[in-house]
Nanobody, 123 residues
Framework: QVQLVESGGGSVQSGGSLILSCAFS????????LAWFRQAPGKEREGVAS???????YYVDSASGRFTVSQDIAKSTLYLQMSGLEPEDTAMYYC?????????????????WGQGTQVTVSS
């Protein structure tokens, strides 16, 4: 059973930085796709960035240039480095995964989800 555990959320001021972590385990083979999604109060959940087991990455336009997704295979951990944070980035951030081919941010493809970690950015 795939398990995802997020950590690293917190409160920062506008312009600040945070690094989110997602410890993952239980993939049946070496092919998988991991991603970060976020959901702000009153808004729909949206994909932020994805990382494929082949090293491919994909970013939503609002994250490109500010956020970096990476993986440490040895630690079985996915990271999301966030800089230049803005109040609009305030949301619950979720780690998600699937084992299908392709690694875009189509939410319906993801069948494993973590519990989420809160990020709050104040102006």
């Amino acid at each position: 059973q795939v398990q995802l555990v997020e950590s690293g959320g917190g409160s920062v001021q506008s312009g600040g930085s945070l690094i989110l972590s997602c410890a993952f385990s239980g993939f049946p083979d070496s092919h998988y796709c991991l991603a970060w999604f976020r959901q702000a109060p009153g808004k729909e959940r949206e994909g932020v960035a994805s990382y494929g087991s082949d090293g491919s990455t994909y970013y939503v336009d609002s994250a490109s240039g500010r956020f970096t997704v990476s993986q440490d295979i040895a630690k079985s951990t996915l990271y999301l480095q966030m800089s230049g944070l803005e109040p609009e980035d305030t949301a619950m951030y979720y780690c998600a995964a699937h084992s299908h081919w392709g690694c875009d941010l189509g939410e319906t493809r993801y069948n494993y989800w973590g519990q989420g970690t809160q990020v709050t950015v104040s102006s």
